[in-house]
Nanobody, 122 residues
Framework: QVQLVESGGGLVQAGGSLRLSCAAS????????MGWYRQAPGKQRELVAG???????NYADSVKGRFTISRDNAKNTVYLQMSSLKSEDTAVYYC????????????????WGKGTLVTVSS
């Protein structure tokens, strides 16, 4: 079993900053790609940022230049530094990871955290 636990969400004023963290634990051999998604009320879940094991990153156009994704492979943790926050960034933010488990046959599976709420007040 693998668990992803997000932290760092909360209420912030527009223009402010927040840092989200997501720690993976459990039967983990290695973690391939990790990412952050978000879902605003009445909208579909969307990719915010992704990062490969080697550190290559990609971002949604709406957050480029404002958000930075990073990871610590030794801690199985991914971060999302969010700056210049806007009201439209308000959403539940979910962590995602492709985890290779501990088993006789290494299989990569997708896991999700339960989400952390970010509310940006204008």
């Amino acid at each position: 079993q693998v668990q992803l636990v997000e932290s760092g969400g909360g209420l912030v004023q527009a223009g402010g900053s927040l840092r989200l963290s997501c720690a993976a634990s459990g039967s983990i051999s290695s973690i391939n790609a990790m990412g952050w998604y978000r879902q605003a009320p009445g909208k579909q879940r969307e990719l915010v940022a992704g990062i490969t094991r080697s550190g290559s990153t990609n971002y949604a156009d709406s957050v480029k230049g404002r958000f930075t994704i990073s990871r610590d492979n030794a801690k199985n943790t991914v971060y999302l530094q969010m700056s210049s926050l806007k009201s439209e960034d308000t959403a539940v933010y979910y962590c995602n990871a492709e985890v290779v488990g501990l088993g006789l046959v290494p299989i990569a599976m997708d896991y999700w955290g339960k989400g952390t709420l970010v509310t940006v007040s204008s």
